[in-house]
T-cell receptor, first 115, second 111 residues
Framework: NAGVTQTPKFRVLKTGQSMTLLCAQDMNHEYMYWYRQDPGMGLRLIHYSVGEGTTAKGEVPDGYNVSRLKKQNFLLGLESAAPSQTSVYFC??????????????FGPGTRLTVL | SQQGEEDPQALSIQEGENATMNCSYKTSINNLQWYRQNSGRGLVHLILIRSNEREKHSGRLRVTLDTSKKSSSLLITASRAADTASYFCATDESGSEKLVFGKGTKLTVNP
């Protein structure tokens, strides 16, 4: 099993450009999450999904869109990148266990720089 | 909203010593989880403790949970240089669909 994979690993954008980050998991998890982590900081939740075809806003959703067309994939889009979106982006997935959330499995991250 | 708050923010110890990190939270939870993050890497799950459990062990890790004080502690015994990392607590609030992570404790273990 590959676990959680993220594509690409690194990317440099110019202000105003768009891009899509891809997250894939092969554990048949219902829940998927996108976080951003700025230097020396904790994680901030951008968007999440509790199942195929569903998405919900997290703590910092502005400037991002997501889609979950297939259970194993969760896409994060930046329509018009801004320097404030320079960060490391992590995807995670988990399942629900007996009425509570199970452990989250994280991808290796995507380092995005917006110039 | 910030749920888990770790204390201290940074901790530096010598190899072989024990390291204790604390996490406080504000609302009722289903479980509390601890994660480790090595520099530049994704988080790795360490241990999950349910709200009806008081203590849990995994190798050199010991986690306690006090729901009356809304706090948890992570103890790493006989620390090694390889334990150098940031440690995060995360809470599963009752009725929520997402974990809420704290800001983390940065642990440095000096050889």
């Amino acid at each position: 099993n590959a676990g959680v994979t993220q594509t690409p690993k690194f990317r440099v954008l110019k202000t105003g450009q768009s891009m899509t980050l891809l997250c894939a998991q092969d554990m048949n998890h219902e829940y998927m999450y996108w976080y951003r982590q700025d230097p020396g900081m904790g994680l901030r939740l951008i968007h999440y999904s509790v199942g195929e075809g569903t998405t919900a806003k997290g703590e910092v959703p502005d400037g991002y869109n997501v889609s979950r067309l297939k259970k194993q994939n969760f896409l994060l889009g930046l329509e018009s990148a801004a320097p404030s979106q320079t960060s490391v982006y992590f995807c995670a997935s988990s399942r629900r266990l007996a009425g509570s959330l199970g452990e989250q499995f994280f991808g290796p991250g995507t380092r995005l720089t917006v110039l | 909203s910030q749920q888990g708050e770790e204390d201290p923010q940074a901790l530096s110890i010598q190899e072989g010593e024990n390291a204790t990190m604390n996490c406080s939270y504000k609302t009722s939870i289903n479980n509390l989880q601890w994660y480790r993050q090595n520099s530049g890497r994704g988080l790795v799950h360490l241990i999950l403790i349910r709200s009806n459990e008081r203590e849990k062990h995994s190798g050199r890790l010991r986690v306690t949970l006090d729901t009356s004080k809304k706090s948890s502690s992570l103890l790493i015994t006989a620390s090694r240089a390889a334990d150098t990392a940031s440690y995060f607590c995360a809470t599963d609030e009752s009725g929520s669909e997402k974990l809420v992570f704290g800001k983390g404790t940065k642990l440095t273990v000096n050889p």
